[in-house]
């Protein structure tokens, strides 16, 4: 399978203001050595814990942050350091919906300016092509022309996300990242807006980064999934496989914290125990060690690598056999 995004070695450390004087500068390690590949037409899930670097990654993946190093191919193209003028215009290629769509989305402006805004900037069609195309976009976000006059305000907050759907849509893009985008709707409408996201995938041949926290939002989408903690992938493979049989203990333990709508007392579940160590002073070897449950002495010497354990399956720990 052809891959559109590929991330080698990965990594955003984020400088922490002043220590410049007692020489003691400090780093956030939000991002810290990550290897990955999003193929065409593929849905790819990041999750993990909030804190863990899943939106910096997101982000870098878009150059919208700059990564510290490593190396970002889309589309066969490295864009790791290419500037700003080339960045725009790949930048039709690749969108990003956000979190919170009422944040997201121009309080000041109109349905039709917010959707528009994308085409106008980029000057991809004629002026009297403009508003057709916005009814269009409205209609495969099941919305319509008789929404093109209100403002974010009037709206609820599904059809303020279907909004910030079509302006992602705008450009024709290949690739979108998802950062949360249902995690500020209402539960009822999460699924409605989870299935238009699968539809649109489906019929205009998207691929998706979807950065969440709810695994069963997750699961449900996602062809493969990449578990993430303190800035490092520790789990990768198909989402259902994944899903099944959790290999790694965080991932065990992060799957066992889903609230379980029936009570099955064949499973045992794992609740994480402990705050999650700070990505300023990562804990030494295995990130996981000071919560794990089955961690030895070499947990805390020796980083493990993140290797294919079975077809198409990553783990990085030293005990995952
Ligand atoms: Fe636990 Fe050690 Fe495996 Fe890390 S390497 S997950 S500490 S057993």
Redesign the pocket.
């Known amino acids: 399978m052809t891959n559109l995004v590929e991330v080698r070695s990965l990594k955003k450390h984020f400088r922490l203001p002043g220590g410049w004087l007692s020489g003691n500068v400090r780093f956030v390690y939000a991002v810290d050595g990550i290897d990955l590949s999003i193929a065409y037409g593929e849905t790819f899930g990041l999750v993990g814990e909030s804190g863990c670097g899943k939106t910096t990654l997101g982000r870098m993946i878009l150059r919208l942050i700059e990564p510290t190093e490593g190396t970002i191919v889309f589309d066969k193209q490295d864009i790791t350091s290419i500037d700003k003028r080339k960045m725009k215009s790949l930048r039709r290629q690749m969108q990003i919906v956000f979190q919170n769509p009422l944040s997201s989305l121009s309080p000041r402006f109109r349905v039709e300016q917010i959707v528009a805004e994308p085409l106008m900037t980029h000057g991809v069609l004629e002026k009297d092509e403009i508003r057709p195309r916005i009814i269009e976009l409205l209609e495969q976000v099941g919305l319509g022309a008789q929404h093109l006059d209100r403002f974010p305000h009037e709206m609820s907050g599904g059809q303020c996300q279907r909004v910030a759907v079509a302006r992602a849509l705008a450009l024709n893009p290949k690739l979108i990242v998802l950062d949360e985008p249902t995690s500020a709707l209402d539960v009822s409408v999460q699924a409605q807006i989870i299935n238009l996201l699968d539809e649109l995938k489906k019929s205009l041949g998207l691929t998706y980064l979807f950065i969440s926290h709810d695994l069963n939002v997750v699961q449900h989408i996602s062809d493969r999934i990449g578990v993430m903690y303190l800035g490092k992938l ?1 789990e990768l493979g198909d989402a259902q496989d994944v899903f099944d049989e959790p290999l ?3 991932t065990q333990a992060l799957f066992g914290a889903i609230p379980m709508p029936v009570v099955d007392d064949t499973l045992e579940l794992k609740i994480l125990e402990g705050n999650v160590p700070s990505p300023v002073n990562p804990p030494s070897g ?1 990130r ?2 000071t919560r ?1 449950p ?3 002495h ?2 805390q010497e020796t980083e ?1 690598a993140l290797r294919e354990v079975r077809s198409g399956r990553h783990v ?5 056999e």
């Open positions: 520790v790694h203990p965080y295995c996981f060690h794990c089955i961690a030895q070499i947990c493990p990085a720990c030293h005990f995952v």
